[in-house]
């Protein structure tokens, strides 16, 4: 577990009420991790206006938590079907032509990105 | 001219009364004549646009034509289309050129329809208003200060206005239903799965649907003919038999047992919306339908799961936008991480990143049982209410949008009460069901849409109640003031 996930999951330790329903409010501090983990830069404007919505968001999502689902399946597909399997053959061309050029920066066949390692 | 149905320019086109380049030069006329004030389209490209429609008469000419060649069709900026620019609303793709066609365009293109262009929508489908699109906000046809619904705003406002005779869209939580209600036209999002998402750029997976947009039902039929059917590109893709959608659309309704869920006209509910959508009801009574009283328990909590589940799987989808192998990349950057930071930063709206944000906290270690899981649960209850309902009912009905369009700018800055447009929309996206939205009245000369929700598979059965409506009354058929 990573470093940052690590103090969410500290910071939330308090987020269980007496009646331990889970309530939620998004600190700045979180939004500076959160959206870290989404690799977005946020202005210290932007967070303090963030920081208001977000919580209103998260206030409507708990509605969910006084709801009973012990022994409820969780449903990920709206017809429960299962994951199709094809055979592991070739289907496109090469499109190396037609890819290539829709990148920001690249060189001979290959997307450029910064120096990773040193 | 302008209120012919599909069927009737493709009769036309058959004998020659005018060409599919005559039809789409004189819609592409009045896209030029009307766009600047309304912003439906982002890209429009005569020259491409006209080519389709020449190929068209040549397949006419040759005898080889099919209910939709040379028809010219609107196509919301989310299908990626080979050679356009595909922006999906956001300065992230601005200058993203499609290498391939979606399966929904191809589809089109197999048949012969003219692309006549591409049409604006909320950033990544992410809104209910069409105003957190980067390419600026489209204006409501019946008032221009008025907001289109959202996110297929532009396909909304192009046909309110005719400047196209049909028009595609995508529907995550209303996107489809939300604007034909609000501008005052016929929309259907079929059951999850039977329009291929391949080439549809993805939002939230499990819930995103592709469907038509038109003045009718009849229209709406023709359409589905074309965009469904099996696609292995597309892991979610149902594999059934090919349906002719339009084969029902004049059996009778009589016995019809229509549901009507009491959730649907609580609080929340204009009382002017519910007065248009009594006398809709009405309407089907002397059609010979049966009316019923159901329940929706869990509906209230189609909001809340659905702002765990859609940011989630967004979140995750989004995550592609690195500014490595397409769409922008920042311009200056220290090395890699600031070059991400920034290129998503300066590259997703404020709408978007606020999603991205809440569907990276739910699923975060530690939090994804709590909401994610717990989402998934009660969307199975949600679910479940619709399969009691339809032991009772043949089909449910109630409004398709809480209130007639509401100002641009009114909701923007609170995004809760722009959530509350889509309260009897979206819990048909967790359950995967079919619905549309039919024009049903006015309310101070803005149009108001009945939703009808059917069983899985039943848009054949949908498409035959939303046509005996359209038979027996010309709402659908009325057109803004300055369109018509």
């Not at chain 2, 012919?4 to 009364?17: D, I, V």
């Amino acid at each position: 577990m990573s470093l940052v996930n690590q103090c969410i999951i500290t910071d939330y330790l308090n987020i269980f009420t007496k009646t331990g329903v889970f309530i939620m409010t998004i600190s700045k501090k979180d939004i500076e991790k959160i959206a870290h983990l989404a690799r977005i830069n946020i202005s210290q404007g932007e967070t303090e206006k963030l920081e208001k919505k977000l919580d209103g968001i998260m206030s409507l999502i708990d509605k969910m938590q006084s709801i009973n689902t012990d022994n409820i399946q969780p449903m990920s597909h709206a017809l429960d079907i299962s994951q199709p399997l094809r055979k592991d053959e070739v289907t496109e061309s090469d499109l190396r032509k037609k890819i290539l050029p829709l990148a920001p920066e690249t060189e001979k066949s290959l997307f450029i990105v910064p120096q990773v390692i040193e | 001219m302008l209120n012919l149905s599909l069927q009737s320019l493709s009769s036309h086109l058959e004998k020659k009364t005018f060409s599919s380049v005559e039809l789409s030069q004189f819609y592409l006329e009045r896209i030029k004549h009307h766009n600047p004030s309304l912003n439906a389209f982002i890209t429009i490209d005569e020259e491409k646009s006209l080519l389709m429609a020449t190929k068209a008469d040549e397949l006419i000419a040759r005898g080889q034509k099919l209910p939709l060649t040379g028809i010219p069709i609107a196509q919301k900026d989310i299908f990626c289309s080979q050679g356009w620019t595909t922006t999906c609303g956001s300065k992230m793709l601005e200058n993203f050129i499609a290498p391939y066609d979606a399966m929904v365009i191809e589809k089109f293109n197999e048949v012969g329809a003219v692309n006549i262009g591409k049409t604006n929508m909320d950033e990544f489908a992410m809104g209910s208003s069409n105003e957190t699109s980067y390419f600026g906000p489209v204006k409501n046809p019946w008032n221009l200060g008025l907001v289109p619904g959202g996110s297929s705003g532009g396909s909304a406002a192009a046909i309110a206005a005719r400047l196209a005779p049909a028009a595609t869209g995508t529907d995550t939580g209303g996107s489809i239903r939300q604007p034909a209600s609000l501008c005052g036209f016929t929309g259907l999002k079929p059951t999850y799965g039977l329009v291929s998402r391949y080439g549809m750029i993805a939002f939230a997976s499990s819930l995103d649907q592709a469907g038509p947009m038109a003045i009718s039902a009849e229209d709406c039929s023709l359409m589905m003919n074309v965009m469904t059917g099996h696609d292995q590109r597309d892991s979610t893709s149902i594999e059934r038999d090919k349906e002719d959608y339009g084969g029902k659309l004049n059996s009778s309704i009589k016995g019809l047992k229509i549901g009507i869920p009491k959730e649907f006209f609580g609080e929340g509910l204009d009382s002017s919306v519910q007065t248009v959508i009594d006398s809709a009801i009405d309407e089907y009574k002397k059609l010979g339908a049966e009316i019923i009283e159901i329940s929706l328990p869990n509906n209230h909590l189609a909001i809340p799961v659905y702002y765990v589940i859609a940011p989630a799987e967004a979140s995750s989808n989004l995550s592609r936008y690195d500014g490595v192998r397409y769409g922008y990349r920042t311009k200056e950057y220290d090395d890699l991480m600031d070059m991400y930071f920034k290129t998503r930063q300066e590259g997703f709206g404020e709408e978007v990143k606020r999603r991205i944000l809440i569907g990276t906290y739910v699923l975060s270690a530690g939090y994804y049982d709590a909401y994610y899981l717990k989402a998934q649960k009660i969307r199975r209850l949600i679910s479940e209410d619709f399969i009691e309902a339809f032991k009772k009912c043949d089909i449910i009905m109630g409004p398709s949008a809480p209130s007639v369009a509401f100002k641009a700018g009114e909701k923007q800055e609170d995004p809760l009460a722009m959530y509350m447009q889509d309260i009897y929309t979206i819990s048909t996206n967790l359950a995967g069901l079919p619905a549309m939205s039919i024009p049903a009245g006015f309310v101070n000369d803005l149009p108001v849409g009945l939703q009808l929700i059917g069983n899985y598979f039943s848009e054949a059965k949908l498409l035959n109640i939303a046509h005996s409506f359209q038979k027996n009354t010309d709402w659908h058929l009325q057109s803004a003031k300055g369109f018509e």
